[in-house]
């Protein structure tokens, strides 16, 4: 239950940030171009939107530590996987377990190093340039989003230990849209093609 709660908590994080940046970024578009039009220049001028630029970096930095986490858990990271494909048995089990494991000492390191740092810029006064926020605020996505993702490796570790699969991602496969449905529309459309299943 609460591992489902954190699992939608993730993706509506990530979602809201891509899409919250999106709409900052078209904004901040539209009210460059619209300030070089005669007519409304005298109107978009006295909008500030110089905070844009600055807010939409800060909230990628945090979808990227979040989206890094979540690529754990879902096995969409990108791997060099050529030896361990040639093994099998305990050796293969042992690379695994190995790799998570590092993986999950790496993560766990960079999130202590992480609040130290974060710890110590709270008291000062430092702010960001445009925004004037803290930066220490800015900065909390490194503990916060390396926790998870060594959260997630374990829990990855944890899974693989129980079952001996690892999460895989399959790129054909649409969330929320079955294969038969798919089946279905391409049969009606005469294409002929056919859904591949995992």
């Known amino acids: 239950m609460l591992n489902r709660i954190l699992n939608h ?21 539209v009210h460059r171009y619209l ?28 979808m990227a530590k979040f989206g890094a986490a979540y690529g754990v858990r879902t096995g969409i990271h990108v791997g060099v996987d050529v030896v361990l494909r040639k093994l099998a048995g ?19 390191t960079v999130a202590a190093l992480g609040a130290n740092f974060v710890w110590h ?3 000062t006064d430092q702010t960001s340039a445009d925004l004037e926020i803290p930066m220490w605020w800015v900065y909390l996505c490194v503990p916060l989003g390396s926790s998870l ?12 230990f129980q079952t001996g699969e690892l999460p895989h991602h399959d790129h054909a496969h649409v969330e ?3 294969d038969d449905v798919l089946e279905e529309a391409f049969a009606g459309s ?4 056919k859904i591949n299943k995992a």
């Open 9 to 29: 908590i993730e993706e509506w994080l990530i979602a809201f940030l891509i899409g919250a940046a999106t709409l900052v970024i078209f904004a901040a578009v």
């Open 35 to 62: 300030s070089g039009v005669p007519v409304i220049q005298d109107y978009t001028v006295r909008i500030n939107m110089s905070w844009a630029q600055e807010l939409c970096i800060f909230m990628f930095v945090w």
């Open 90 to 108: 305990r050796p293969y089990t042992a690379l695994v377990v190995f790799g998570l494991l590092s993986g999950a000492l790496f993560t766990g």
């Open 121 to 123: 810029m709270s008291e």
């Open 149 to 160: 993702m060594c959260f997630r490796f374990l829990q990855v570790a944890w899974s693989f």
């Open 176 to 178: 929320g849209v079955e």
């Open 190 to 193: 005469g294409s002929g093609n």
